[in-house]
């Protein structure tokens, strides 16, 4: 892995991917239901305007609108069956929440996020369904890096303070 595609990976984890596994605190306090989504069908060098600056596969922000419109600003947009049955519970589970407030239908239950499932998400794939837990891997890193004592989103050390009894 190239250090331009750990940069993608780690961008990632702080800036979207964060908020998804954070917002436990919410769920007490929220007016409407929260109904998370993760979109997996990968293209290679699928943004045109990220191509240059990094190669990486995956889904990105803004992945969906071809599948919702047909047509993609980015690259061309050919569909093969996978993208179909893919485009096809984007559509219905959109279409449904925009109809309805939920977008859980006979095909494609879809529970919303509680306390006691914070991390349950619809997981779009050409064969798409509800999961529970979210980037358990990205999740395992983050954890393993707390027992360091360097910061690495900040870039230094972590300061510790020496406690009464250690002295």
């Given at each position: 892995?190239?250090?331009?595609?750990?940069?993608v990976k780690?961008?990632?984890?702080?800036?979207?991917?964060?908020?998804?596994?954070?917002?436990?605190?919410?769920?007490?306090?929220?007016?409407?239901?929260?109904?998370?989504?993760?979109?997996?069908?990968?293209?290679?060098?699928?943004?045109?305007?990220?191509?240059?600056?990094?190669?990486?596969?995956?889904?990105?922000?803004?992945?969906?609108?071809?599948?919702?419109?047909?047509?993609?600003?980015?690259?061309?947009?050919?569909?093969?069956?996978?993208?179909?049955?893919?485009?096809?519970?984007?559509?219905?589970?959109?279409?449904?929440?925009?109809?309805?407030?939920?977008?859980?239908?006979?095909?494609?239950?879809?529970?919303?996020?509680?306390?006691?499932?914070?991390?349950?998400?619809?997981?779009?794939?050409p064969e798409?369904?509800?999961?529970?837990?979210?980037?358990?891997?990205?999740?395992?890193?983050?954890?393993?890096?707390?027992?360091?004592?360097?910061?690495?989103?900040?870039?230094?050390?972590r300061s510790?303070?020496?406690?009464?009894?250690?002295?």
């Amino acid at each position: 892995m190239t250090k331009r595609c750990c940069t993608v990976k780690i961008s990632s984890d702080e800036d979207d991917n964060g908020s998804a596994c954070s917002d436990g605190d919410l769920f007490d306090s929220r007016e409407a239901e929260i109904h998370d989504f993760e979109e997996e069908q990968h293209r290679q060098r699928n943004i045109y305007s990220l191509r240059f600056w990094a190669d990486f596969e995956g889904a990105t922000h803004l992945h969906e609108y071809p599948y919702m419109f047909g047509v993609s600003p980015f690259y061309d947009f050919v569909v093969n069956e996978d993208e179909l049955k893919l485009q096809r519970a984007i559509l219905e589970t959109f279409t449904h929440f925009a109809k309805y407030g939920t977008p859980s239908t006979e095909e494609y239950p879809w529970e919303p996020v509680t306390a006691e499932h914070p991390l349950r998400h619809m997981r779009f794939r050409p064969e798409s369904k509800v999961q529970e837990g979210f980037l358990e891997e990205n999740i395992a890193f983050w954890e393993l890096m707390n027992e360091y004592d360097y910061d690495i989103i900040r870039g230094v050390r972590r300061s510790h303070q020496t406690g009464k009894d250690e002295l």
